[in-house]
């Protein structure tokens, strides 16, 4: 957490060193209101680029839900580059998280249209196309966000050596 | 037209996840990312709903939309709940990254089969 702007003479820098620093309550509308507009502007936007990649290649009625797997897919592997570099590489506006990442990625992915997905193709008929689609989807989103958020510590890393060397 | 209604529902649905995941990790002090988990099965549950009434012919493609692409899909998600449980597992809370992951898959399935049946009972 950054330390506030105003700082009167004598005080510390550090924000642990002084109780007084962070006096944001975190209801206040004042600081949600912001917040929770970016956050409903980059749900829409994530939300929109989901419903456009269903309308560019779409899944046939009781098909394999292969597109709402490559989104989720897709959207964990930018969470996982995204949140290295925001809290672990460099600082971002207080707003960059929540419009973003919460925002964007969050209404780009979907868990719902993951679970009555599978239970349709179970319903269908499919029971193993079902079933494998279950497991699928997991296993592809964590392999996904760490092996990007692995990608992004070693590039960072990389950047930053020949700087820390000399 | 279609498109506004996707928008329209992820703008109530993204900011609605962001805080009903505020209030309900305020009110618990475990690392145990229950926020998230909440979103997700509640909204397997309505999309459960929405599906059962939409065979039923219930709802409206513009409902679906709405609703269902829009809403239900923005307030879940499947980018924070894959971070979340990499973190819990980097931070060595291995069995509570598998225990998020197992209880996510099986709450959300629960719960979308729980709606369609309940959805099709009403809509019979």
Redesign the interface.
Known sequence: MKPSQSLAVGESIAPEADPHVPVRR?GAWRDQGP??AV??????????G??GA?LLWPTAGGGFPWITLGV?AV??A???AF?VLISEVRTAHRLVR?FF???V????????????D???LV?GGRPGAGLLY?GL??LV??A???SA?WVTRRAAAWRHRPAEAS | MNWLLVAVGAAVGAPLRYLTDRTVQKRHDTVFPWGTFTVNVLGCLVLGVLTGAALRGAASDSVQLLVGTGLCGALTTYSTFSYETMRLAESGARFLAAANLVASVVAGLGAAFLGAAAAEAVWA
Not at chain 1, 39 to 48: C, K
Not at chain 1, 105 to 116: E, H, N
């Open positions: 975190p917040v929770v956050v409903a502007l980059g749900g829409a936007m994530g939300a929109s989901r419903y269903s989720n959207g964990c930018v969470i996982g949140m929540p990442g919460t925002g990625l969050g209404g780009f992915t979907t868990f719902s249209t993951y679970a009555v599978t239970r349709k319903d279950l989807t997991p989103a964590l996904a966000v760490w958020a």
